[in-house]
């Protein structure tokens, strides 16, 4: 594949992000990660025993608000390529805030589901999508380092939330700990998006009198069609993975210790990943940079496939998940950008949110139904190694087609 001597990331002459907003906004990015989606494991068992609800019954109001953040996907985009950022993300935070205040109160299932569809509307105007994409508009020779650093405390979401959160359960009871919850939002992360987002500078490319083209012009090109290929593969690989791992390692016989501390090492990974990024792609090519970082996927899948009941593999698996989940975060947020339009990337990314929502919410149900066929999840990460293939091929060829046209970025 032929690269552009000239893809090398080089930054410093390009307008930079102003001092302090990667860093609030990354702090609203822990917030918000933290609490709406890292939390609701710890809520769980909370929900079934005082709401008198089944396991499916509760774990369905988060599937409600993944599927509610995927219908919102298009439409937060194209507000936020219309400049409308601050008024979604305030409006983000405020959900969260009502979602949590209300969820706290919740005597039923139905009150508990109307909550969480409010959370969902939340997730859309609030997690890294929407964030993504105000980097992606405001400074657009410089996005993709400033992305990198605002996934680093992204990442450490589930490290954070879920002792802060469990302690929060322990000392005042599930409905005072989503009060707290509830205060940040409001406190916290309504205040920082009110705050860094004012204005709205746009792109050099959006000041031209020219508007960019229609989202059918994009859709009919392979690029597209390559890239989403692999988002919703990759979310739903991910997204299985996670619902299974615990009973994957156990299945395994490892240690109790190990099949605790595997799951836990993951987040540290990613961050990890994230900056060995940061740290090198001043010195590498950025496309063969992205050509290379989704082979990881595969890699850890091929290794939790074999049925073996070793320490050493659950730590290289760790290895290679944890860094494949971290630096994969970073080519999802910028291939849109630099190989399809970077004018519509918000929207473009926006028209996967539905079809990606469903992958994640049928994912962990098929595993389960391989599993429940054969009797072990071999088979099941078997094909999910594939996939992970297929995903990578689909990106491979649409960088391939992007790079052959000029289309990149």
């Known amino acids: 594949m032929s690269i552009p001597p000239n893809a090398t990331l080089t930054h410093s002459a390009h307008r930079l992000p102003p001092k302090g907003f990667v860093l609030w906004l990354s ?32 774990a369905l109001a988060f599937s409600i608000a ?22 979604v993300m305030c409006a983000g935070s405020v959900l969260a805030a ?17 909550a969480w569809i409010v959370a969902g509307f939340a997730m859309a105007g609030t997690l890294y999508a929407p ?63 009110a705050y860094w987002l004012r204005g709205d500078h746009g792109s050099h490319e959006t000041s031209n009198a020219s508007a960019p083209p229609e989202l059918t012009h994009f859709t009919k090109q392979f690029p597209f069609w390559g890239l989403a290929a692999f988002f919703i593969l ?41 900056l060995l990024l940061y740290v090198a792609e001043r010195h590498i090519d950025v496309h063969r940079a992205n050509r290379y970082i989704p082979v990881f996927l595969p890699a850890a899948l091929a290794v939790l496939a074999i049925s073996m009941s070793s320490p050493t593999l659950a730590l290289l698996f760790a290895l290679l998940y944890g860094m ?30 539905l079809p990606t929502a469903v992958m994640r919410a049928l994912g962990p149900s098929l595993l389960a139904a391989l599993w429940t066929i054969t009797g072990n999840y071999t088979l099941g990460l078997t094909l999910l190694a594939i996939l992970g293939c297929a995903a990578v091929g689909a990106f491979w060829l649409a960088q391939r087609r992007a790079l052959a046209s000029g289309l990149t970025q």
């Open 27 to 58: 702090i609203a990015q822990l917030i918000s990660w933290g609490t709406l989606f890292y939390t609701f494991a710890l809520l769980l068992s909370h929900f079934e025993r005082d709401l008198a609800m089944s396991r499916i019954d509760a």
């Open 66 to 87: 993944l599927f509610c953040e995927g219908v919102l996907a298009l439409w937060v985009g194209k507000l936020i390529e219309q400049g409308r950022a601050r008024r």
């Open 98 to 114: 009502i979602a949590f205040l209300a969820m706290s109160f919740a005597q039923s299932k139905w009150q508990l589901y109307t």
């Open 131 to 193: 964030a993504f994409a105000v980097l992606i508009r405001r400074f657009p020779e410089t996005y993709r380092r400033a992305i990198i650093t605002l996934t680093f405390l992204g990442g450490l979401a589930s490290t954070v939330f879920i002792p802060v959160s469990a302690a929060l359960i322990e000392s005042l009871g599930w409905r005072g700990a989503l009060v707290v919850l509830a205060a940040l939002h409001a406190i916290v992360c309504l205040p920082i998006h």
């Open 234 to 274: 990759f979310s739903g690989i991910t997204t299985s993975i996670g619902a299974h791992l615990v009973s994957i390692l156990r299945e395994r016989e490892l240690p109790v210790s190990w099949v605790i501390a595997i799951p836990a090492s993951i987040g540290l990974l990613q961050v990890a990943g994230r």
């Open 324 to 353: 494949a989940n971290g630096m994969i975060t970073i080519v999802k947020a910028t291939a849109m950008a630099q190989y399809v339009s970077r004018e519509r990337a918000a929207s473009l990314n926006g028209l996967l949110g």
